[in-house]
């Protein structure tokens, strides 16, 4: 990008022009008032929604920004069906999705309104005609970009002063900084430099600064109208939960058929292997579910989407390929089997819950493995660049680091990730933080990182290494065999580690790997499994400072957090620990051949 634009970009941002005083006693109040009731059968405008209209209706440029849900797509249909203002003509719409398109149209045409829709899937053959006589004409920008037909349709409708308003829907798809990047967005520039006199209205429910300053300077936006509004959804419920040992899909059932019972739901998985795993289960359990990614035929997907929609499914189980623009109102509860790869992602995938402004959960289920393994799928990507594998890699750390947090509330997170500040005093319904915050634990572990240095250091370079398990049995003094058979238990820090609960001691080391303190390297034997070994990594170790792990006890039934303090309030040392000999505790990891979803559908 021009530096030049990109500044512009931010000033404006920062000073976008209010919008006219009271919308109410606009010139275009009645109109607008009227259509909404007689043509869209709504009863009163949501938040922001009247204002963004009649910017519209003023001929500006408008950003609108609100959460999913929130009710965006009436900000530029209404004043498509409106005679007054500046909005005569064909308002085109960039959409990124084709099955959110079809549904978009069809809502409109039986609403009486000339609707419809473009695609690069094929040609057709009177599109001149129908576009002469079309209200909205939803397009995705892949056909934009490369169909010369419809720009020169679109150039002879300019030249006629034909074209009311062009629309950037998902608009933080022209931002690399998000998820759901999509290329041709990064061509729509043109449309500012084409068709200069047209106003554009591009509407996210996702940006961050970043993003906002990036959709502006790339559209050209100019002197424009900007909308926002919080991102909390007061009414889902956050609960994140550390994937226990045991198996948490039968803790997923479990909770499914004692709280949702009848209940519509989704559940998301990373790889298209576990969604199609997890939905088997949920079908041998009983209950109403199906799989959906990327890779299934467009038949099927539209099926399963259809077929939940229409509740003959309630529970669909899905990579991040399901769900941009999904639209059901009745989502009880919205599940992660698997560690989400962004913030935002989670964000936007919870946000597909309590539509219907009524009460619903969202729990997610992560673990150390789940960051580990999306950033080994980062890396392994041939096409993409090093920067974008560095910013892929620090989201998912931040994913990670979110869930690891005992201390701060989680809507206050996810809120500050959007650059939004919020008051855990208003966390309503609550989270699991601001539920039990009696079970954050602050401790510094400075001494006992030294004497993990001390260890990996002695084995690094050896073959075999020394893997995190066989640490964990040094450190904190185990007595099994294999401990005493190798000599470990003469190692100057054998059990030196003793005094730090299991959980302490666990998120120790996942911190020490993320802070780039301690490093794997894998090492594939013959038959095709890989063990992973710890070395020291790239970051020394500030061995003058305190390091302060935050972690909280996990030690109570179902990880429910149950405390073993003494009465000092400080964690029971825990002298020797229990043995595990539980077998292929120490078995090589089988080399994971189960591809992440890394793209939402389209
Ligand atoms: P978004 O694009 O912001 O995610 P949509 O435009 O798809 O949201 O709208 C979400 C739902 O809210 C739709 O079912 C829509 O009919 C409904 N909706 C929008 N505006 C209103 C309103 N003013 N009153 C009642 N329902 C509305
Ligand atoms: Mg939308
Ligand atoms: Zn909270």
């Not at 959460?67 to 409106?82: A, D, F, R, W």
């Not at 915050?437 to 073959?463: C, L, Y």
């Not at 034997?525 to 400072?545: C, I, M, R, W």
């Amino acid at each position: 990008m021009e530096s030049e634009d990109a500044m512009l970009a931010v000033t404006q941002t920062t000073t976008p022009k209010p919008s006219s005083s009271d919308p109410r006693n606009s010139p275009h109040f009645r109109e607008l008032d009227e259509k909404l009731r007689k043509v869209f059968k709504l009863q009163r405008f949501r938040p922001n929604q009247l204002e963004a209209v009649t910017a519209a209706m003023e001929g500006r440029d408008v950003f609108v920004l609100m959460p999913t849900g929130g009710g965006k797509s009436l900000c530029y249909q209404l004043p498509s069906v409106c005679e007054g203002g500046r909005t005569r003509g064909l308002t085109v719409v960039i959409s990124p999705l084709i099955s959110l398109m079809k549904d978009q149209v069809n809502a409109l045409v039986q609403k009486g309104i000339k609707a419809i829709c473009s695609t690069s899937e094929g040609q057709n053959t009177n599109e001149w005609q129908l576009v002469q006589n079309a209200t909205l004409w939803y397009l995705t920008p892949e056909k934009l970009h490369s169909s010369p037909a419809t720009r020169n349709l679109l150039t002879n409708l300019y030249k006629r002063d034909k074209l009311a308003r062009f629309v950037i829907d998902e608009a933080h798809c022209i931002s690399t900084w998000g998820q759901d990047f999509r290329e041709a967005y990064t061509y729509l520039g043109f449309i500012r430099k084409d068709y200069p006199n047209v106003p554009i209205m591009a509407l996210t429910a996702t940006a961050n600064s970043k993003t906002v300053a990036d959709i502006v300077s790339q559209l050209g936006l100019c002197d424009y109208a900007s909308f926002s509004q919080s991102f909390n959804r007061p009414n889902l419920k956050y609960f994140i939960r550390k994937k226990e040992k045991k198996n948490h899909l039968a803790e997923i059932i479990e909770t499914i058929k004692a709280k949702y019972v009848g209940q519509t739901g989704i559940i998301y998985c990373t790889s298209r292997n576990n969604c199609e795993r997890v939905a088997q289960k949920l079908q041998e359990s009983g209950l109403a579910a199906a799989f959906y990614h990327a890779g299934m035929q467009a038949a099927d997907k539209d099926k399963t989407t259809q077929d939940w929609q229409n509740n003959i499914i309630k529970i669909i189980v899905a990579t991040i390929a399901f769900g941009m623009g999904i639209d059901k109102p009745d989502v009880r509860f919205v599940i992660h089997h698997d560690m989400p790869k962004t913030l935002s992602g989670y964000y936007q995938e919870t946000g597909r819950a309590g539509r219907d402004q009524q009460p619903a959960d969202c729990i997610m289920y992560y673990s150390y493995k789940d960051v580990a393994d999306l950033i080994n799928m980062i890396k392994k990507d041939e096409n993409a660049t090093a920067d974008s594998i560095a910013r892929q890699t620090e989201a998912a750390k931040e994913v990670y680091r979110f869930c690891e947090n005992p201390v701060t509330c989680r809507r206050v997170l996810i809120l500050r990730h959007f650059d939004e500040k919020f008051d855990a005093e208003n966390c309503s319904p609550s989270c699991d933080i601001c539920e039990s915050p009696q079970d954050a634990q602050s401790t510094d572990v400075r001494k006992a990182v030294m004497n993990v240095i001390k260890v990996v250091e002695s084995f690094d370079n050896q073959i075999p290494g020394i893997t995190e398990n066989q640490l964990q049995d040094i450190m904190r003094g185990s007595k099994r065999a294999e401990v005493r058979q190798r000599g470990w238990d003469n190692i100057p820090q054998y059990g030196s580690c003793n005094d730090l609960p299991p959980p302490l001691f666990e998120s120790m080391i996942h911190k020490l790997l993320l802070d780039d303190v301690l490093a794997k390297f894998a090492v594939r034997n013959a038959s095709g499994y890989h063990t992973e070994y710890l070395k020291l990594g790239d970051v020394k170790f500030p061995a003058q400072q305190e390091y302060i792990v935050q972690w909280r006890d996990r030690s109570g039934a179902n990880g429910s957090g149950s405390k073993r303090r003494n009465q000092n309030n400080q964690p029971e040392t825990i002298s020797a620990p229990a043995p595990r000999s539980r077998k292929g505790k120490h078995k090589a990891l089988e080399i994971d051949e189960d591809p992440i979803e890394m793209y939402a559908d389209d």
